[in-house]
């Protein structure tokens, strides 16, 4: 994913209701991705992984799902809660990389009551 | 839940002036990052460490930054002399090498240069 600078996408959800972010990953090569949520004044913190030989990953309340054909991730949120509010990363790691990760650029969530 | 630590939170000096800022990874994890995150650029890596050696700094302004890891427990980013461009925050995040494993960040610190 490409760094999107000032204007991050957003994505405004009613509480209760289920939330997808998405994420276009750049490198073919990768073969491990990683969603992380940023609050207000916080780092970055681990929501969940996916490995490149699956396809789905559940956590509580939320999914990964990959498609490798297309270069795509994405993150639900089921029963989105107002502490969900946040900007959400996706993160590739190329296999040749070590530990290293590339960034997408966020995306906010913003959670109604 | 073991976190990483970052000191200062929150930094506020005048340009010309020397920042030093500190991480202490999470106990056990080889491989220390320094990123920096703005609103224009997002998170940018600058440097990383694994085993207290420098794998890459290549995102990082050599002529006014330095990083370092004098022991294990402890990991610098210093900044000489600061200027109003380096305004921004600053990650530390640590992992262990061993395997697919995700980052673990701390709180970053919060740099403003007058």
């Known amino acids: 994913g490409e760094s999107v600078g000032l204007h991050l996408p957003t994505l405004s959800v009613q509480e209760g209701d289920n939330s997808i972010i998405n994420c276009a990953y750049s490198?073919?090569?990768?073969?491990?991705f990683i969603w992380y949520k940023q609050e207000s004044g916080k780092g970055p913190q681990f929501i969940i992984d996916?490995?490149?030989?699956?396809d789905k990953r559940q956590g509580q309340r939320v999914t990964v799902l990959l498609n490798k054909t297309v270069k795509h991730l994405s993150l639900q949120i089921a029963a989105t809660q107002p502490g969900d509010s946040a900007v959400y990363f996706c993160?590739?790691?190329?296999?040749?990389?070590?530990?290293?990760?590339?960034f997408g650029g966020g995306t906010r969530v913003l959670v109604k009551p | 839940d073991a976190r990483v630590t970052q000191t200062p939170r929150h930094k506020v000096t005048e340009m010309g002036q020397e920042v030093t800022m500190r991480c202490q990874p999470i106990?056990?994890?080889?491989?220390v990052f320094w990123y920096r995150q703005t609103m224009m650029q997002g998170l940018e890596l600058l440097a990383y460490?694994?085993?207290?050696?420098?794998?890459?700094d290549s995102g990082m302004p050599k002529d006014r930054f330095s990083a370092e890891m004098p022991d294990a427990t402890l990991a610098t980013l210093k900044i000489q002399p600061s200027e109003p461009r380096d305004s921004a925050v600053y990650f530390c995040?640590?992992?262990?090498?061993?395997?697919?494993?995700?980052?673990?960040f701390g709180d970053g610190t919060r740099l403003s240069i007058l």
């Open positions: 993160a590739e790691n190329p296999r040749a990389a070590g530990n290293k990760l590339t």
């Open positions: 490198n073919s090569a990768s073969d491990y």
């Open positions: 996916i490995r490149s030989n699956m």
């Open positions: 106990l056990g994890h080889n491989t």
């Open positions: 460490f694994r085993n207290r050696a420098p794998l890459d």
């Open positions: 995040a640590s992992v262990n090498s061993g395997g697919s494993q995700p980052q673990h």
